[in-house]
Structure formats: C-alpha cells, structure tokens
C-alpha cells in the first residue's frame, strides 16, 4: 500500500494536466505565427490570372505538384472567384497574399486599389460586392497623384493583422513601403493617405519587393538608396536587403547600416531593377530573387537564402545558400505560412525594365522542400491561366 497522502498522489496528475494545457496552449500559439504542422494536400493554392481577370483556386498544392513533376494531367481548378472590381484592374506583380487568421484574401493593383476577399475558402464564382468583397486605394487623393507611381509586391503579417505593399514612382527613382493595420477594417471606397500608411525609409530606390516576418519584422530590398558608411567610414552604395521593425527601418547618426545586407558579398548585382522576396517563418530565412544581371545570360538568375539573424552581424555577408536550377525568367515568389512551400511564376520581360513592365505566362515552379536543394517543378500552362502575376498559399 503506498504511504502517499491522498494530497500529495494527486500533484503528479494535477502537474501533468497542466502541462498538457500550456502544450495546447503553446501549438495554439506556434500555429499563429505560421510554424504549424505541414498542411494535409499542401493547402489551398491562389493564383491571380491576368488573362481572365479572375483567381484560381486549387485546393490541393500538393496534388499539382504530383502532376506535374510525373508528368500527368494537372486537374482544372476547383473554383474561381471573379467580380466586376476585378474587370479592367491589373495586379501588381506579387499583389496576392492571403491571411488565414482574419480569413482574407488581399489583391494590390498597379494602381494601388487594394481588393478584400472575405471567406476566400468559401467563395465561388461572380462575388457580391461588399457582401463578399470590398476596396479601397492606395495613395494620394487624386488619380493624377496615383498615376505616377506603381505599385508592387505585397505581403500579410497574419499574427499582427498587418498588410505590407511596396511602391515606386514611374522611373523606379523613389521607393516606400505601405503598412496599413487591420486593412480588412478599411472602409469601402475609402483612400488612404501616405501620412500615417507608409514608412520613414528615406531615400530608398528601385524598390524590388517585400516580405513580412515574424514579431513585427519585415523584410525589403532596394535596388539602390542613400550612400551608407561602413565602420570605416568607406563608402557603401548600390542594392541593400533590410529587416524593418514595427513602422521604420532602423538607423543610426553615423549612418552605418543597421539590420542591412549591403556588399559585394551579398551577391545583389548594381544593375538590381526587378525582383522578389519570400520569407519562410517555419525555418526563418528571406529568399530574394535576383534577376539576370543586363547582357548575361538567364543562368545568372538566383534565389539567395539568407538568415534572419545575418541582419544582426556584419553588413557584407554571402546568402547562407543559393538554391540550384532557378529559371531565368522567373518573376515573382510565394511562401507558403505553414510549410516549406516555395512558388515561382515566369513571365517574359520588357526592354528596358521600369517598374511594372513584361507580361505573366502560364507557368508556374513549384519547391516543395527548398531546403533540401533540389530544382523546383515546372507546371507549363496551369490550367485556366494565360498571365499569372500572383500567388497565395493558404492552409485550408
């Protein structure tokens, strides 16, 4: 018979349900911050045709994959969502991001109207506007203001409820980055003013694209900016990739660069004019696409992966690693939240590149685990698309 107290037999069972309860506790919280378990089929796959003016949706990434990489028919899509907003609108390039904690599906023109899909995973055909759809603009209050500028990639930030989109002006000579809080909130037909909406990033140029991190971070890179110093006070020009925090990059007055990968080291050619980043929570590391260098061949074309932490070290370092066999014509990236997940869209470029310029094909490539350094899949013609300009990736 044990000699316990009734009392002191009841501690173990009495310790042992609470941790189970801070266990749950803690998935709850590891899955709102995208380090849940790999979603069952891949997840549900977004993808924005320009030639129909309509998103695709795919509710098994991982049954395209399949297809694909055996060489199979790739099945139609299993809805597709359209609405009279969409008629006439062109996405910005990377303009789809999905947030799977609000249940909403964000699309970003050129112009900078910004389309809210509520309940994306239940939605079918011709959508009701407001019902199921709303809008509201980027920018200054008059259209003149709008039409000289360009909008780019954009990215959610689910855990803080944030909608992240970049802009530069016609000539790629002036950059900003949008972050609007809670923009599933934002009246409809409303305009938002910069004041208030965009960063404090001063003088930054050719923006190339945007990811949002975890713990209010973001991720932007610049194809130039403002002359930095390093701590020897030798000058540092051309192309940067930098960690914002909250609402602002973070600077200092001797004006060194602060959470900024700057360098020959880094391997971000000067002529940097288009491009994209991805940023994968689950393993904490930014892909940045990185183009041809002018008068190269396509094979100069790269994924480099980098460390979020390489942002709290030295400012010239090489990617941790490239991964091997990207396209040449690559032009946009998309990360899944939840998984390793990484997406690629084609398109066939413009003479002269500014900002906006070329035109989607229909083919996607598709990483399942870029971590192991293998080539992606090509998906030739996605079946329903003629232009692909974005790509989503949400759980269910």
């Not at 009841?10 to 309860?21: D, E, G, T």
């Not at 975890?214 to 020897?232: M, V």
């Not at 008068?295 to 100069?300: L, T, V």
Request: glycine residues 12%; neutral net charge; charged residues 20%.
């Amino acid at each position: 018979m044990s000699s316990l107290s009734p009392l002191k037999a009841a501690l173990p069972w009495a310790h042992l349900s609470a941790c189970l309860s801070a266990c749950v506790a803690l998935g709850t919280l590891l899955g709102s911050m995208g380090c849940a378990e790999p979603e069952e089929g891949g997840g549900t796959l977004y993808v924005y045709d320009q030639g129909s003016a309509s998103v695709l949706a795919f509710k098994a990434l991982d049954t395209l994959h399949a297809a694909a990489k055996d060489g199979k028919k790739v099945p139609e899509a299993d809805r597709v969502l359209k609405s009279r907003l969409l008629d006439g609108l062109t996405l910005a390039w990377g303009g789809l991001a999905v947030d799977d904690l609000q249940n909403r599906l964000y699309l970003v023109s050129e112009g900078g109207k910004v389309i809210v899909i509520t309940q994306p995973g239940t939605r079918n055909g011709t959508l009701s506007e407001r019902a199921e759809l709303t809008s509201f603009t980027l920018g200054g209050a008059t259209a003149s203001d709008r039409s000289r500028t360009v909008f780019g990639q954009a990215s959610v930030d689910p855990a803080n409820n944030i909608l992240y989109v970049l802009e530069n002006d016609q000539a790629g000579k002036a950059a900003r980055i949008w972050r609007v809080a809670n923009p599933g909130k934002v009246a409809h037909g409303a305009t938002l003013e910069r004041q208030g909406h965009t960063l404090s990033s001063p003088d930054e140029k050719w923006g190339i694209g945007v990811a949002a991190g975890t713990g209010h971070t973001f991720y932007a890179l610049f194809g130039s900016g403002p002359d930095l110093a390093d701590h020897a006070n030798k000058a540092l020009t051309g192309p940067r990739l930098r960690e914002g925090q909250d609402t602002a990059f973070p600077g200092n007055a001797q004006n060194h660069p602060v959470r900024t990968l700057i360098g020959d080291a880094t391997r971000l050619h000067p002529s940097l004019r288009y491009g994209a980043l991805a940023f994968d929570s689950a393993h904490h590391t930014v892909y940045a696409l990185v183009p041809p260098v002018p008068d190269d061949d396509a094979s100069s074309t790269r994924i480099l992966a980098f460390g979020a932490g390489q942002f709290h070290g030295h400012h010239d370092q090489a990617p941790q690693r490239t991964l091997p066999g990207v396209p040449g014509n690559l032009r946009i990236l998309a990360q899944s939240p939840t998984s390793e997940w990484l997406l690629g869209a084609a398109f066939t470029p413009a003479s002269g590149i500014r900002p906006g310029q070329g035109r989607g094909t229909s083919t996607l490539y598709l990483w399942k685990t870029p971590g192991e350094d293998q080539p992606p899949v090509k998906l030739a013609n996605l079946p329903g698309a003629t232009e692909i300009r974005g790509m989503a990736v949400a759980t269910k």
